[in-house]
């Protein structure tokens, strides 16, 4: 099956940029979509189809993705941006969904 | 506004079964399909399968099979997941979550916590 790996975590001080990376295995070949997770609550979709943003998000979200893989960049960071992020692709040779390892990112 | 609204937290015994309910508002139910994800405490997520709301075709992870049944009313807009032979491991926040454009989950339900214990 297909897997996604991420960072356990990633620590960034307020008005820096944090990137957390999702590797899989020609992921440059799919699309990626990106989800910000709170305490208690559901994911939220940030970034989709590698670098688009949903109506409405802050456009301090982006992504890329080449290669192994892909990332998501979050530029200026603020205290609310404190969350876990988890990356997601469909497989089309499993024809199932899968979702990244997770990455917890604390603002400093 | 498009959203989906979820059952409450549920509590089972282990081998009990637990059904959860996923209400569809603000869009049209059969458009789109409606996914199952569910999350262990302290851990990631894990998708479990799909139900076409429009033809009520389903598939789920093999892990599953046998043990989830997904359905549908779409005369009330909602979406069942039933789970059986409930195991301590079955724990978890389970959510509903819309699949659009991409394939991506642009729309998620609140959650329903279930939990399985003697």
């Known amino acids: 099956s297909y897997v996604l790996t991420q960072p356990p975590s990633v620590s960034v001080a307020p008005g820096q940029t944090a990137r957390i990376t999702c590797g899989g295995n020609n992921i440059g070949s799919k699309s990626v979509h990106w989800y910000q997770q709170k305490p208690g609550q559901a994911p939220v979709l940030v970034v989709y189809?590698?670098?688009d943003r949903p109506s409405g998000k802050s456009e301090r979200f982006s992504g890329s993705n080449s290669g192994n893989t892909a990332t998501l960049t979050i530029s200026r960071v603020e205290a609310g941006d404190e969350a876990d992020y988890y990356c997601q692709v469909w497989d089309s040779s499993s024809d199932h969904y899968v979702f990244g390892t997770g990455t917890k990112v604390t603002v400093l | 506004q498009v959203q989906l609204v979820q059952s409450g937290a549920e509590v089972k015994k282990p081998g009990a079964s637990v059904k959860v309910f996923c209400k569809a508002s603000g869009y049209t139910f059969t458009d789109n399909y409606v996914h199952w994800v569910r999350q262990a405490p302290g851990q990631g997520l894990e998708w479990m399968g799909w139900i076409n709301p429009n033809s009520g075709g389903t598939k789920n992870v093999q892990e599953f099979q046998g043990r989830v049944t997904m359905t549908r009313d779409t005369s009330i807009s909602t979406a069942y997941m039933e789970l059986s032979r409930l195991r301590s491991d079955d724990t978890a926040v389970y959510y509903c979550a819309r699949l659009t454009g991409d394939r991506e989950f642009d729309i998620w339900g609140q959650g329903t916590m279930v939990t399985v214990s003697s």
């Open positions: 189809d590698d670098s």
